[in-house]
């Protein structure tokens, strides 16, 4: 579907809230079934983000179904196993079609049958552990319990487990090797190839290493200590073991190299989120290149060939670390599929050919599309090439326009060809008048190892040159006003918001979320301390250090940008005493500024009313500092 004739008007947050997610896609083995998850763009106060299972024949009729998540076929396509939180919100527990099974007393992660179907393999998280980042950032509880009171803190409380659960009768068992906390798995039917760490907390994820787990004995074999993260561990009914190792700030969305264990490292040309095993020398692989996706088969051979199923200027998967889903012949591949001009829907992969097999955006979809998407390349400081997309109201004259530059989250992340962007920030932008560049700065993913470690030790450093030299690009390019350009971004989007502002007089305004503003206080209070020590490449404790050096909070005095703060009151990643901090520094210093507080809110917000209420505020602040 291209709506790029189509005629919108004004964009409002209720309208982008009406989009339909769809995420993660299950093919049965033949091909013939699909299952995946579709979900809301917001939730209602204190409840969690709606997710329905859509389940159904590839050629016949889709409806959805019950509330769920992470959908698994059986081995001969009968039946159905997944998640879901139906009778205890907040914990998601074992169901295969229309039964809860085994008893499990954490929340569900992951789901993988045996070869023979007579087993399931589900990793849980104990009630109390906390979520990644990029899935909020907070804890794990269930609705209806009571807050501790006192609460206690200490250390390896909340683990991650392996149980297996028979699939007829529902015994369950413990099969976590002691003192193990595993993160991700995969199995074939025999050892576990696992992420797995020492200790439980997010933190250690940092430091996590491969390991091979024998259920029987509840042993673990430490197979591969990396250099860097670890993501999409895999192993092959004959044993072969494969993941994927790159730089990477945020669990769940890692972006790197395929490894096969005994092998090393194959193809680097590739930035892979995600593998499986199509065969015991071939891998199914997707991942990022530059702004879009790709995906297609990876011989371990010795030609290590790659051959290309799909890719281009769009995204499949789930949002933020491609994956696709393959029949076991590999004629079909299944996929969430959206780019810049085509709405989020459910697409279909044979002969060589994509077809939609849904349609859960055909009527809002038009009412978006008030955007003209370009690419957009620069020459930053140091004369390293980057690329952006830059965002431009479809209906505007030929004058130059005020400007937003929106700073993704990670740093390893990357802005990437999809409809709505960021919750529709671009198209509530647009609407407003003014242009929105979204860069690709170095530390983005998408373009390599070599890229995405290309501001270790430097954050706020040629990334930010990245940022301004953009902007005089824009500005010679007679795009933009000169003079009216704000700077805005989420978590290492939100620290550059802040840091910016007070290293150049360059904005009009900004408006940092989510954002870290002091890295000492910062080490001392997240969930995530090794995520500052290697990024800083610093000692948080040598007062004459980078974690000094690097925090806005120290540089507030000379801010003369009017900033406008928003942070969520139970992030774990981000704690709000960084907004706090930043907000009290730039009242002593004088400068305008103003902090919201979302309750109920992690990293980042997604009740209905508090995504209205961001936008407005976010409208309003620009109105005033761009006249």
């Given at each position: ?141 269930e609705a209806g319990t009571d807050p501790d ?54 933190s250690a994820w940092y430091e996590a290493w ?255 040159q990245d940022i301004l030299t953009g902007i ?156």
């Open positions: 579907m291209d709506t790029t004739t189509t005629t919108a008007g004004p964009v409002t947050p209720e309208l982008v809230m009406e989009l339909l997610r769809p995420g993660e896609v299950a093919l049965s083995a033949d091909g013939s079934r699909i299952a995946f998850v579709v979900a809301a763009s917001f939730r209602e106060k204190g409840k969690p983000v709606e997710t329905r299972l859509w389940v159904g024949d590839v050629d016949g009729e889709l409806q959805p179904g019950e509330p769920g998540s992470l959908p698994r076929f059986s081995p001969d396509g009968s039946r159905l196993a997944y998640a879901s939180d139906r009778g205890h919100e907040g914990r998601r527990s074992l169901w295969i079609d229309d039964h809860e099974l085994g008893e499990i007393p954490g929340s569900v992660e992951d789901i993988q049958w045996s070869p023979d179907g007579a087993r399931l393999l589900v990793l849980a998280a104990d009630l109390g552990a906390d979520r990644a980042g990029a899935e909020s950032a907070t804890k794990i509880k009171d006192p609460k206690v803190l200490r250390p390896a409380q909340f683990w991650r487990r392996l149980w297996l659960v028979d699939a007829k009768a529902g015994e369950t068992t413990d099969a976590t090797p002691e003192n193990v906390n595993v993160f991700e798995f995969g199995w074939a039917g025999g050892k576990v190839a696992a992420v797995c760490t020492d200790d439980p907390s997010e491969v390991g091979l787990i024998d259920l029987d004995t509840r042993q673990v074999e430490r197979v591969h200590t990396p250099k860097w993260q670890l993501q999409s561990p895999c192993i092959s009914p004959g044993g072969r073991v494969a993941f994927v190792e790159g730089l990477s700030s945020d669990r769940g969305v890692a972006a790197g190299t395929v490894h096969v264990l005994g092998q090393g490292p194959i193809a680097p040309e590739l930035h892979v989120t995600w593998i499986d095993f199509a065969e015991e020398e071939m891998l199914w692989v997707a991942g990022w290149r530059d702004a879009g996706s790709f995906a297609g088969r990876l011989s371990l051979d010795g030609s290590v060939s790659y051959d290309e199923l799909a890719g281009g200027a769009a995204t499949f998967g789930p949002r933020y670390a491609p994956a696709i889903t393959v029949s076991a012949d590999g004629s079909r591949a299944a996929a969430a599929y959206e780019s810049a001009y085509e709405p989020p829907e459910v697409a279909l992969w044979e002969n060589g050919e994509r077809r939609a097999l849904t349609s859960l955006n055909a009527e809002i979809a038009p009412q978006l599309a008030t955007l003209e998407w370009r690419p957009y390349r620069w020459t930053s400081s140091d004369g390293l090439e980057i690329e952006g997309l830059l965002a431009l109201p479809r209906d505007r004259g030929d004058g130059p326009l005020p400007l937003v530059v929106d700073v993704h989250g990670g740093p390893t992340g990357c802005w990437f060809w999809s409809f709505a962007p960021a919750y529709g920030f671009p198209q509530l932008v647009a609407s407003a008048g003014y242009a929105v560049l979204l860069p690709n700065v170095r530390g983005s993913v998408g373009r390599g190892p070599e890229f995405a470690e290309a501001n270790l030790s430097d954050m706020g450093g040629g990334d930010l005089d690009a824009l500005v010679r390019d007679g795009i933009v006003d000169d003079r009216r350009v704000a700077i805005t971004g989420g978590s290492y989007g939100g620290f550059m918001a802040c840091w910016a502002v007070t290293q150049t007089d360059r904005f009009a305004a900004s408006m940092p979320m989510a954002a870290v503003t002091d890295w000492v206080s910062f080490h001392s209070t997240t969930n995530i301390g090794q995520f500052d020590k290697l990024f800083l490449q610093a000692d948080p404790y040598d007062p004459d250090d980078d974690y000094t050096r690097r925090s806005p909070v120290y540089h507030a005095a000379k801010c003369r940008t009017p900033t406008l703060i928003l942070h969520g009151e139970d992030d774990l990643c981000t704690p709000l005493p960084q907004a706090v901090e930043f907000y009290n520094a730039l009242v002593e210093a004088g400068c305008e500024t103003e902090l919201v507080v979302f309750p109920r809110e992690g990293h980042g917000w997604t009740e209905r009313e508090h995504q209205i209420d961001a936008w407005n505020r976010m409208r309003d602040w620009l109105a005033r500092h761009f006249a």
